[in-house]
Every structure is written in structure tokens, then in C-alpha cells.
């Protein structure tokens, strides 16, 4: 890709750039020569690594999440065979999520990580924005009505609210629920939050609730916006969803696992859930065909930061942290876990 030495560090790209690659030249031109991974497997891409390897010299790594079609996530295996190197420093992954890299023994092995919050804060927020709309008002099933040539007889307005003077729960307001708050507050909805921490700065306008219970005790829409770890799997489950008013809706941009699917799905078949809006599920591409029972569910297949403009922002995000952390030792995206190092 770079025309640049070989005697100079490497960047490995995992997944391939789409829309970044003059970027790619001028951001590392007389700093690293950028190689793209050809492994087709995870063996072929280990034993690259290795001293005298197609990789060897590789001192940061650009990871986009397709290349698990390939390699797998970045496990335990894969970090201690980056640390076995002695050259990998860096992981720069392209995305806010970062779920499919064991962090953790990253962290052991004094290799950072970063991400690209505000990158996709837009684009997912507005896939989030759509959700809520569209399961308020049972757009997607009158959608389907039309196309099936039944114009608008299976709806009723009864089952359905506008946008205006509802309320939106925001679970976890860090850049994307913070700009879906912003979105919603126009119309105008009432804005409840809960986050680990009551936001300092956050506008006077979202009011902090200081459980999950009880954010969703108040919410008629309740939007999901938190990372997938550990602690937060099955953070919104039977008691929380059953805390939530019989009628309401539920959105998830975030990951398919914080939301326990069988406990969402017993709410909608006893209505106690109006609707859920979803972009994420828990073993995606796999979507639990019950969901579909629905027709007033409005399902996406992951389509949060499908466009170009938002994935040109963040191939050059992540590239960029690479490139500070080479020409400075550091990149500005450290992801939480690893603020020790």
C-alpha cells in the first residue's frame, strides 16, 4: 500500500479499507509501511507473525470486525501471540464496540487499545432516532400492509402515539445517546437518563435517574446505549423490562446481548411491550425468529453506521490513532481499560 522502506515499522490493516486508502499514504508517508493482511485463516495469519513472517516487524494494527471472517475475534490466543512479537503496541479497532477483543489480556500484555466513539456517534444515533419513530407509530408494519397490498387495514390508531410528549430513556448517555437525546428533545420528548455517573455537563433539559429499575419505570421509550461487557450482559432483563410501563418500547443500537431476548420476548407476547426496535442481536447474523412474529417490531440487520460518510470518518479515525501513537507514543482513543497503562 505505502511505497515507504521495509526497514520501517509496519501497520497491519485487518479488514480491509474501503474508503480511507489515500489517507492511509499521507497519514503514515515516512513513518510505516502499511501492509494489508492476506491470511485466509487464522493459522496462515499466526504463523505470519512469527519472526521472518509476512507480518513480522508489525507495530500496530488496524482491526475492522470483518476480519473475523477470517481470523476470529481477537481471543486470548491472537493478544498473546501480537505480545509474543515484541512489536505490537497498539491495536487501533475501527468501531465504538470492541466486544470482539480480549481486552483485558490486552491490558496484561501492555497492548492499547482504542476505538472510535465520536465517530459513529451520528450515524448510530439517527438509526436509533428511526427505531424509536417507527415503533411509536408501527411505520414498519404499515409499510409491509402497503406492500402487501393491504394498504393500512391490519393497523389501528389505538395501538399507536406520536413522537411528541412521550418519554425517552437513554441508558448510558456517552456520545451516541447524548445525540439521540438532542434528537428526540426537538419534537419535544421528555429525556431521562441513567449512566454509572450523573453527567456533569449533560443539558438541564435530561434528567438523571439513578438506577436502571428506575429509568425504566419512567420511560415510555426506553433506548439502549451501553458497551457490551462483563457486567453489562443481561443488564436490561425480566425485572427491569417488567419495570417498564405495559405499552412501551424498547430500542437497541447497542449490543444484542446487554438485553436478555428471551425475557423481552415473553413482554411481547404478553403485550406488556408494545414494540422493540432493533439493530443488534445477540448472535448476530443469526435473528431469533420469534422477533419476526411481530409485525410491528422494527428490525434491522446491524445497518447502525452503514454509509460512507460515517465509515470514511471512522477508517481515518482509527488510522489517525495509529499514526499518533507513532510519531507521538500515544493515540486519543485509549479505550476505559486501559487507563493503567
Not at 436509533?128 to 390508531?157: F, H, M
Not at 430513556?169 to 428533545?185: K, P, Q
Not at 457490551?228 to 405495559?246: F, M, Q
Amino acid at each position: 500500500m505505502s511505497s515507504v522502506s521495509s526497514r520501517q515499522p509496519r501497520i497491519l490493516i485487518c479488514g480491509d479499507l474501503v474508503w480511507a486508502h489515500e489517507d492511509a499514504k499521507q497519514l503514515f508517508d515516512g513513518l510505516a509501511n502499511v501492509v494489508v493482511m492476506d491470511a485466509q485463516n487464522r493459522a496462515d495469519f499466526l504463523a505470519g507473525l512469527k519472526s521472518g513472517g509476512k507480518y513480522d516487524g508489525t507495530v500496530g494494527i488496524y482491526r475492522h470486525n470483518v476480519s473475523a471472517d477470517r481470523i476470529g475475534v481477537f481471543d486470548k490466543d491472537i493478544i498473546n501471540a501480537l505480545a509474543e512479537t515484541g512489536t505490537v503496541k497498539w491495536i487501533a479497532h475501527n468501531g465504538a464496540g470492541y466486544d470482539q477483543i480480549d481486552v483485558h489480556q490486552c491490558a496484561l500484555k501492555g497492548i492499547r487499545v482504542s476505538n472510535t466513539p465520536g465517530a459513529v456517534d451520528d450515524a448510530t444515533a439517527t438509526t436509533a432516532l428511526y427505531l424509536v419513530v417507527s415503533c411509536l407509530r408501527e411505520y414498519s408494519w404499515a409499510q409491509q400492509s402497503l406492500r402487501n397490498g393491504t394498504w393500512k387495514t391490519p393497523l389501528s390508531p389505538g395501538r399507536v402515539h406520536d413522537v411528541t410528549g412521550r418519554t425517552l430513556g437513554v441508558l448510558g448517555l456517552g456520545g451516541i445517546g447524548l445525540r439521540l437525546a438532542n434528537l428526540l428533545h426537538a419534537f419535544p420528548m421528555r429525556v431521562v437518563y441513567y449512566s454509572r455517573r450523573k453527567i456533569a455537563d449533560a443539558p438541564e433539559w435530561c434528567e438523571y435517574i439513578d438506577s436502571v429499575e428506575g429509568l425504566c419505570r419512567e420511560s415510555d421509550v426506553l433506548s439502549v446505549h451501553v458497551p457490551l461487557r462483563e457486567d453489562t450482559v443481561h443488564l436490561v432483563g425480566e425485572k427491569e423490562i417488567r419495570a417498564l410501563k405495559r405499552g412501551s418500547i424498547i430500542v437497541n443500537t447497542a449490543r444484542g446481548k446487554v438485553i436478555d431476548e428471551e425475557a423481552m420476548i415473553r413482554a411481547l407476547e404478553d403485550g406488556h411491550l408494545s414494540s422493540v426496535g432493533l439493530d443488534v442481536y445477540p448472535n448476530e447474523p443469526h435473528v431469533n425468529p420469534r422477533l419476526l412474529e411481530f409485525p410491528q417490531n422494527c428490525l434491522l440487520p446491524h445497518m447502525g453506521t452503514e454509509n460512507q460518510d460515517s465509515q470514511r470518518h471512522m477508517e481515518v479515525r482509527a488510522l489517525t490513532n495509529l499514526r499518533d501513537f507513532l510519531r507521538d507514543g500515544k493515540g486519543r482513543d485509549l479505550i476505559p481499560e486501559m487507563s493503567k497503562l
